[in-house]
């Protein structure tokens, strides 16, 4: 058994699986939901069996067609991988779970290809050792993302999804110019293998430049993050809720693995740089969403400021790296649980009052507690509330900070720690209340409710397993840090 | 200077000159002639930089990737026209809405 178990190439398995699914719910509008379900649980299975093959065997290394770099394309997947297509995994099952009940049929037959295509590319981009390879993935990523953002039509989704558009192919175009650099100073597009060649030159930095500025647009850090809002907030809540955890996530993982591979050692000031706009980002966008109105752009913008601790770990990382990298692999992970699951209970307060206004929430706690307790759960993560994923991760960053005696960055992250709590309780004392304007509630499917309720405990959960955690994502040693601890 | 490096700098060029078309220009038609124009200027480097000087061959696998990047381009308008249309459709414009009213 345990033979067969690993002969199976769990990789491509989890590239090849939603393509075939997303496929197949292309040509069989009947059965649509029910394919998409199947496929979407299936992946997670595939992900575990890839983190078993990765424990027994180390580091997954296959020369797609036998070519092998530097000709060929090769897959890769150390701890890091494991754990954006765990994150992937997860996320894409509840976020499935909830789509079956949320779209109609119109909609459904148009959803379920999409968000498989998409699916797939995230797990082939997680999987991609060299960097065109990762340009490829990407704009895939990008296209069935905006496509997805307009899928229900409408003034607003549509002109986000097209501010989405450019901005997302502006950013691919300035990463695409810098590998075309690269590839022409080092004569290789492998990951592997540029890390041994690059030497710091006035071409590295016009890439790093380049790279940077594209794949920061794509991840929204301030302050480039005015396409973000418009996008997330008008798309479907499913959508949202994979714009929010995943897609972002895609460009983030890049830029890191370039930064861990290429860049750390050629320039500690960006690493800085990095920083500051990560401290903007969490300040300015907490503030934002605390002035918010409406509950789906006020956790758009939680997204902003939450992508901004993600930053804050470059520069600790030159003192402590095995601390900081650690505190991003929990801020990233317990991140998508938690923001999927704020989507998705903000999806259910859409239906259930036909309306997102925050202020003419109606006795939502007495009438949606299964809704409004996975808000406060994911609340819970968001804020950095102990036991929590997002208590692991920020607890680990502050203790980075105040080991090297980074009082500016303490400062930032109590601030953003504070402002959270106040844009996460703006949404929850008012779901306690009787709105002035009272309605009858519309019905919400109880699968749509126990999906954000799942994703949430387990952002909550993730705070209790963090040895497990951590020696996962340690395998292979991605940070170069040695072994990750707390 | 050599030819290849001429045409690698017109690609420059052309990138430059598309990021400054996409970002002044009003109209969602020229948004996407401009991201098409970048794109141009990106394979042109690709294209010119996979000569290696002398007498010797081009590097093929550039001129790979031109390929696939094209038909990534295609894609990427293709989709891009469609959503001008519906844009046009919804607002009567086909421009993106001032954002600053947010």
Redesign the interface.
């Known amino acids: 058994m345990q033979t067969v178990l690993s002969e199976i190439p769990w990789a491509l398995v989890l590239i090849l699986l939603p393509l075939a699914g997303g496929i197949a719910c292309f040509v069989l509008t009947a059965a649509v939901r029910w394919l998409g379900l199947l496929t979407a649980s299936l992946v997670p299975i595939a992900a575990g069996g890839l983190g078993w093959q990765l424990s027994r065997e180390g580091v997954y290394r296959h020369a797609v067609g036998g070519w092998g770099a530097?000709?060929g394309i090769d897959l890769h997947a150390d701890g890091l991988s494991l754990l954006m297509l765990a994150m992937t995994a997860f996320v894409g099952f509840g976020v499935s779970l909830y789509a079956t009940g949320y779209f109609k049929s119109a909609h459904a037959a148009r959803f379920w290809p999409l968000w498989l295509l998409l699916l797939g590319a995230l797990n082939a981009l997680f999987l991609s050792g060299d960097l065109?390879n990762l340009?490829?993935t990407l704009?895939l990523v990008g296209?069935s993302a905006?496509?997805l953002t307009?899928l229900q039509?409408?003034?607003d989704a549509?002109?986000g999804?097209?501010?989405y558009?450019?901005a997302t192919?502006?950013g691919s175009?300035a990463y695409?110019?810098g590998?075309?650099?690269l590839?022409?100073g080092y004569?290789t597009v492998d990951l592997a293998l540029l890390s041994e060649r690059v030497a710091p030159s006035p071409v590295v930095w016009a890439v790093l430049g380049l790279m940077s500025a594209g794949l920061i647009l794509k991840t929204a850090l301030f302050p480039l993050y005015?396409w973000l809002?418009?996008a997330h907030a008008s798309a479907p809540a499913p959508v949202s809720a994979v714009l929010s955890a995943l897609v972002v996530k895609a460009s983030f993982y890049i830029l890191l693995r370039l930064w861990l591979e290429i860049f750390s050692d050629i320039s500690v000031d960006v690493a800085g740089l990095f920083g500051l706009l990560g401290a903007g980002a969490v300040l300015w966008g907490s503030l934002q969403a605390l002035r918010q109105t409406r509950v789906k752009l006020l956790v758009a913008y939680s997204t902003v400021a939450q992508i901004g601790y993600l930053f804050l770990a470059y520069p600790l990382a030159s003192g402590m790296g095995a601390t900081a990298w650690s505190a991003m692999a929990y801020l990233v992970f317990s991140h998508a649980l938690a923001k999927a699951a704020m989507f998705l209970a903000a999806g259910n307060l859409r239906q259930f009052g036909d309306h997102d206004r925050i202020a003419d929430l109606d006795r939502v706690v007495q009438r949606l507690p299964l809704t409004a307790g996975a808000f406060a759960l994911a609340g819970v993560s968001i804020m950095g509330l102990p036991p929590s994923g997002g208590f692991n991760g920020k607890w680990l960053l502050l203790q980075a900070a105040l080991a090297q005696g980074r009082w500016d960055l303490v400062g930032v992250m109590f601030l953003g720690g504070l402002l959270a709590v106040g844009y996460v309780f703006k949404v929850l004392s008012n779901t306690f209340t009787q709105a002035p304007v009272t309605h009858e509630p519309i019905s919400v499917p109880a699968r749509m409710q126990w999906a954000a309720m799942l994703l949430a405990t387990s952002a909550i959960l993730v705070g209790f397993l963090a040895s497990p955690f951590l020696a996962l994502v340690g395998m292979g040693d991605p940070f170069n840090v040695g072994e990750l601890w707390p | 200077m050599s030819v290849p490096f001429l045409y690698a700098l017109v690609g420059i060029g052309l990138f430059c000159l598309g990021f400054y078309a996409l970002i002044v220009h009003n109209h969602l038609l020229r948004k996407i002639l401009a991201i098409n124009v970048m794109g141009s200027g990106v394979f042109l480097v690709l294209v010119a930089l996979a000569r290696r000087g002398g007498e010797t061959p081009p590097d093929p696998v550039p001129h790979a990737m031109v390929i696939t990047g094209i038909v990534v381009a295609v894609s990427a308008t293709a989709l891009a026209l469609g959503l001008m249309l519906k844009v046009k459709a919804a607002t009567g414009r086909a421009a993106l809405p001032d954002q600053s009213r947010d």
Do not use: K, N, S
Request: hydrophobic share 60%; proline share 9%.
């Open positions: 530097p000709l065109f340009y490829v704009e296209l905006v496509a307009a039509g409408g003034r549509l002109t999804a097209m501010r558009l450019l192919l502006l175009l695409l110019l590998v075309a650099l590839y022409h004569g005015f809002p418009p």
